[in-house]
């Protein structure tokens, strides 16, 4: 992995010369919670300027990421990275507390994010989320395989979520996702063990067959909106 995060920090350099400021590797590969069936390589690289000029020179090097199997890389330019933690707090309070840095100085040492409008989104995220969940289980088709995948494909976002609520009322961090699961579902006095057996299953700690997948999906819908709805119950007491 560290082989190949060093050729694409290369070749970007090579490509973006100047105008490129910095490159930095987040998410589940710097947590400690990567696994390569489910998680991607997170890439942020920072230029100078990101206009259209400057974001086709870069097309080279992200197409060779790309045939390596990963996304590409989130683009900022140093001003939007300053100007936008209001609108993305969630993203860029992970990315300030758990990266490492592939090229250049450290963007996230100065970074504040307000945590007002962490709340916000984070309120906001969980119903939305929660939403797309209910119109993905009423589209589905009625079959374990695809409401399994429809379970393990939206895990990581609530589990992200789940972490950020217990942060936006006052909780300190969860270390992993089983943490935030099981701290997130005493927060809201529900049952965690569907999201329980969707993490165990993408560890490799348990197979399918041993899923019971229909009970599975019930409780898994029953936490997001218990957690969504006791998260709303809160920020409501704070006002």
């Known amino acids: ?9 290369q070749k970007l350099k ?10 930095a590797l987040y998410g589940s590969a710097v947590t400690g919670e990567f696994h390569s ?3 991607d ?6 230029l100078e300027y990101a206009d259209a000029a400057r974001i086709e020179a870069l097309h080279a090097p992200v197409e060779w990421w790309l045939r390596q199997g990963h996304r590409a890389p989130l683009v900022f330019s140093t001003e939007e990275l300053t100007r936008s933690a209001d609108i993305f707090a969630i993203e860029l309070l992970d ?13 996230f040492a100065a970074l504040t994010v307000p945590l007002h409008y962490h709340a916000v989104q984070v309120e906001r995220e969980l119903r939305t989320d929660w939403l797309r969940l209910r119109q ?14 429809l379970m393990t494909s939206s895990f990581s976002a609530f589990a992200a979520l789940f972490r950020h609520a217990l942060i936006a009322v006052g909780e300190p961090p969860a270390e992993n996702k089983r943490e935030a699961i099981e701290r997130v579902g005493r927060f809201a006095h529900a049952d965690p063990s569907g999201f329980l057996s969707i993490l165990e299953f993408r560890e490799g700690k348990r197979k399918q067959r041993e899923i019971v997948i229909e009970g599975t999906l ?19 007491a704070r006002k």
């Open 136 to 149: 993905a289980v009423l589209t589905a088709p009625k079959k374990g395989d695809a409401y399994l995948s």
């Open 41 to 46: 390589l997170n890439v942020l690289c920072i």
């Open 1 to 9: 992995m560290d082989h190949k995060l060093d050729d694409f920090v």
């Open 14 to 23: 090579s490509s973006a010369a100047g105008n490129l400021k910095a490159v």
């Open 95 to 107: 990315m300030k507390t758990h990266h490492r840095m592939l090229y250049g100085e450290d963007v």
């Open 218 to 236: 019930q409780r898994y819908f029953a936490f997001v909106e218990a957690v969504a709805d006791e998260f709303d119950r809160q920020l409501d």
């Open 37 to 39: 069936k489910h998680s």
